[in-house]
């Protein structure tokens, strides 16, 4: 056997060995939407890991901008943005960003993780220097890679680490970049902004906030970790992703005409890939207006996570330090996760188990979330769930 089919054979024996006794979760249909709830494998259960944090996905604003898209462009463009493939519904899009943002300009790609991945190696090569919290996610991780810069990484949320990293390199040529997640995938706590702002301005150093998982959901009016903090133009490189809150696909940068100029003719994951189709493209720009039109969305969602992370602490559950809606459980060791996360379903409740490499071994973890969907008796109906599972499992 060479390197490649030992691999291969070593994530097979894996994979069966949680298949065989009906511990495996993954790559599973969802078939039906319903609320809150979802239909999979013939079962409705109570949805509790969708990144749809507003509860987008389906709005009929929304659905019908992608329509008339569909019956005005059809499903493909001619190719990359840079030559055949802008439509005005990109250009729309981008100028829609930009508003939400506050910001001069935007651009807009096909994918997030390759938003990350690209806009990150084209701002950096091999002589600039890239300063990481070590929980980023992992197309920040691939993007930093990529570049070929420097690699330093400070402890998670820790500005004493930070400021040390800073440190190390103030001397440094080359450019400088900080990159953060706004909020953390797996752990559901917040950056703390205004220090890292200060920080990058005190070491002249730029800096990037990812906020896949903060757009529509930090913020009285759900646009994002700046206004939760009360700051403005504090992030030259601002990322969201448009397959969360915005129920589409893709991703983007906000920030000065100048960076999005120069991002359009030189980040290759634009230059050299095709255009978003045109009606993921027009649903993502009647998203960001929803947004704006239904606040009762934001309220509804921050407080859902209020009351579900309250009521887990209240069981005894350790969530981390979430302040969102993605809400950790954590479970401890890898099988008993699996368990947990099978009795849930079987109790209607759709959970997914997050295991190591995604997080620190021996953090095995539900990964749950809640949206502006929920009623309170949904919560109550997870909390119940999960503190017999509490029980049962001895968690
Ligand atoms: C923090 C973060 N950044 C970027 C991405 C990539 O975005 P996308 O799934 O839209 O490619 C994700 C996806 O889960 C994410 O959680």
Redesign the pocket.
Known sequence: MDRIQEKLAAFGERKRQVVDPGLYFYLRTVDQLDGAHVWTGGKRMLMLAS?SYLGLIGHPKINAAARQALEKYGTGTHGVRILAGTLPVHVELEEEIARFKGTEAAIAYA??????LSTISTLLGRNDIVICDKI?????VDGCLLSGAKLLRFQHNDMNSLREQLEKVKDEDGGKLVVV?A???MDGDVTPLPEVVDLCREYNTWLMV?E??SLGVLGKTGHGIEEHFGLHDAIPVN?G????TIPA???YIAGSRELIDFLKHNARAFVFSAALPPPAAAAARAAFQVIEEEPWRVGKVQENARLFKEGLESLGFSTFNSQTPVVPILIGDEDTTLRVTRFCQDQGLFVLPVLSPAVPPLTARLRTTVTSLHSSKDIAFALDVLSRAKKIFNL
Do not use: C, E, P, Q
Not at 136 to 140: F, K, M, Q, V, Y
């Open positions: 990144y994918s997030g993780y390759g938003t990350n980023n996610h992992a197309s920040i997640d909020v953390f995938s990812d896949a998982h990322m992703t448009l397959s969360k696909v893709g991703g």
